[in-house]
């Protein structure tokens, strides 16, 4: 079998977004059932390729990938085997070095602030624009504590943001 550094071959790695979760299935509910996302593939990996491509060694992870109607799509990573990752610091702030945050995009950005408002914890009092003719956007994190940027695609002009973000024009 070959792997992706012969010649030739496909990288056979991922481009998506992706994020380590305690549970998958939780974490998988929460984009699914309030950012309008599809699960679009399911796999177990383990063995001496996934320890190397994520230089941990006993690695055996649960993958769940999730598709919105257009752009990238997510990951979600749970290591099933070893157990003892650390998880997001509950006082993380946007300027410390370990944030991160993932850009989507939904039809109407204050509308979703509304939306989550009710069912995550939200980092940002409102959904804003920072300057005129600007989407509005804010901060929500997701039930592991990662950072999820909601911008509008309502904006005359293009945000920067535009060209990596996730659809999920079904934020319910």
Known sequence: ????????????????????????????????????????????????????????????????????????????????????????????????LAHWETTFRSADAEQAWKVLLKKTRLVSSRAESPAENVSPQFLAKDPDGHVVAIIGSESTKRDVNDERAVATDGIR
Do not use: H, K
């Open 1 to 96: 079998m070959a792997d992706s550094t012969t010649r030739g071959a496909r990288p056979r790695w991922s481009v998506a977004p992706y994020f380590i979760v305690d549970d998958v299935v939780a974490t998988a509910n929460f984009y699914r059932d309030t950012l309008g996302m599809r699960v679009a593939g399911e796999s177990e990996n383990y063995g001496i390729e996934q320890e190397r491509l994520n230089n941990v060694f006993g690695a055996r992870l649960r993958i769940t990938g999730l598709r919105a109607a257009s752009g990238p799509g997510v990951e979600f990573l749970e290591y099933l085997t070893p157990r003892d990752g650390r998880p997001v610091p509950e006082d993380l702030s946007a300027n410390d």
